[in-house]
Nanobody
Framework: QVQLVESGGGLVQAGGSLRLSCAAS????????MGWFRQAPGKERVIAAA????????YYADSVKGRFTISRDNANNLVYLQMNSLKPEDTAVYYC????????????????????WGQGTQVTVSS
């Protein structure tokens, strides 16, 4: 079983950048599609980005496209979310999520498609 731990959140001014990291324990990380979700106060948890097992396929929500980049390092069991040009509306708790899959291209977009979740890391963007 893979366990997920996020890091890298914090307070940043609008226009700034942050890089979130998600460290996964376990020996089967490369069998998991990975996603980053975010949840603002009073709102539902929504996807920001996702990446396939081998990294060849990615998905970005329209709200982050062109500003965020998801990547993974299967050799070291890490997945990243580079966030540039941050806006106050990006303020949320960011969650790393994983789903076991045999497909190399599968990139689910809904939270209920993911079985594993980290504890979340707070990102606050000030105006």
């Amino acid at each position: 079983q893979v366990q997920l731990v996020e890091s890298g959140g914090g307070l940043v001014q609008a226009g700034g950048s942050l890089r979130l990291s998600c460290a996964a324990s376990g020996r089967t990380f490369s069998n998991y599609v990975m996603g980053w979700f975010r949840q603002a106060p009073g709102k539902e948890r929504v996807i920001a980005a996702a990446i396939s097992r081998g990294g060849g396929t990615t998905y970005y929500a329209d709200s982050v496209k062109g500003r965020f980049t998801i990547s993974r390092d299967n050799a070291n069991n890490l997945v990243y979310l580079q966030m540039n040009s941050l806006k106050p509306e990006d303020t949320a708790v960011y969650y790393c999520a994983g789903d076991f899959t045999y497909s190399m291209d599968y990139v689910p977009r809904r939270s209920y498609d993911y079985d594993l979740w980290g504890q979340g890391t707070q990102v606050t963007v000030s105006s």
